[in-house]
């Protein structure tokens, strides 16, 4: 908008130059040639007069003039004559000019071209005796001079008006960003907002049109803020105060798990105690997914192999019941230091390693790969379970959605949506892909530390 504002400023001036200019030069170059046109003209009519006297004295004044004007204005003067007046000025040649002036009386005006004029003004006046024509005088002007000034004339002007093109692209350049300012600081309130950022608001500045859009924003985003504020503190108190209920219910369930002897009793308590489990995963999720997005934490440097060593050892028992051995790969052990919020690599990792104990074969094999580079750091847990075809793949982030496998049987089908979240609030990235030789790949890309070691 900047760049368009300006063109149409640069565009108006030139305009305005153009109208102001180009007729004054015009005008300049015509009355140059009109006043040189008159000049010459005059000086031939004199000679003329000389000539047509025919006395001794005219001749000789009319050779002393003629060659003054010559070596003065390194011009040519031509003169022929029928009467007793011969002067040592060349004869001019035989040409149309020349037939007017002899036979008509009539004098001529040739500028050598249609466009402005040519190298040569040649200018022929008869010489007359009263009634009668005795000869002619030509003088042959050359407009070097004449293509000089005219350069002066028009340059100047040319000149003069890529210099205040110049300084109308610079004004013009300094106002539009004064104008578009506004629109600049909104545009970055929405920027912002679109990032997640609830909080960015807009100065109220600029015209009164500007100001009236800044504060219909800024009190759009003070209610839409207050409102997910809202909804946010209400997941929370409701995970928060289900917590506790939950936990007593599954106490007493298995309290009554334990005091009956009869089989289908049994089954049944143990059913329920499976929901509430389950009940419990849901809440836990909840209250993860509202403190996430409220984002009460910053990112600050965490040694990424500390974490994921230490939440691996705290796995490897759960794994060992099943058979199944947790592999630790790549440059965990250089001690890469990655950008993430406390805590938030502690969940990340139990969700994935929890999704992927459930579904890996007795026997098989967690393989959890740390890839360092320069600016990322990537982690990657591969496990040997199903997979996920690409249609699960696509929503396997949504909440609430549970697949088919056994997390699809007993998770809250909140896992990767947490994992995806408290990912991408760290500025990282969460992938799923086809692991090599089958099950899926969960890869994680986080923000390297400067401090990263790799």
Known sequence: MIRQLVWSYILLVAVAIGLFTV???FTLTAQLRGDTEQSVRREATTMALLLANGDPASCRALAELGRAY????????????????TTPLPRPRQD???????????STTDWGSNFIWGPRLVVTVPAKDGDRVVGAVRIVYSTGSLTHRLWIIWGFRATLA????????????????RLTRPLRQLNDMASRFSDGDL???????????TQTLARTLNQGAERLDTLVASQRIFVADASHQLRTPLTALR????????GV??????????????????????VNGLLVLARAEAKVTAAEPLPLGDIVRERLSVWRPAADERGVHIALRGSADGRPTVLASPGHLDQVLDNVLSNALEVSPDGGTITVRVESGPDEVTLSILDEGPGMTDAEKSRAFDRFWRGQGLTGRSGSGLGLAVVRQLVTDDGGAVTLRDAPGGGLCVSITLRASPKSGG
């Not at 890529?162 to 960003?177: D, H, N, P, Q």
């Not at 909080?199 to 049109?209: C, H, M, Q």
């Not at 106490?251 to 334990?258: E, K, T, V, Y």
């Open 162 to 177: 890529v210099a205040v093109l110049a300084v109308a692209a610079l004004i013009g350049a300094i106002v539009a960003r």
């Open 251 to 258: 106490l007493s369930l298995d309290n009554i798990a334990d």
């Open 23 to 25: 007729p004054v030069a």
């Open 199 to 209: 909080t960015a608001r807009s100065p109220v500045t600029g015209p009164p049109e």
């Open 96 to 106: 149309t000019a020349l037939t007017h002036a002899l036979v008509d009386g009539r």
């Open 261 to 282: 002897d009869d089989e289908f009793v049994r089954e049944d308590v143990e059913q329920a105690t499976a929901e509430v489990v389950r009940m419990s995963r849901l």
């Open 70 to 85: 010559a070596e003065e204005m390194q011009d040519e003067v031509q003169a022929t004559s029928t009467a007793a007046c």
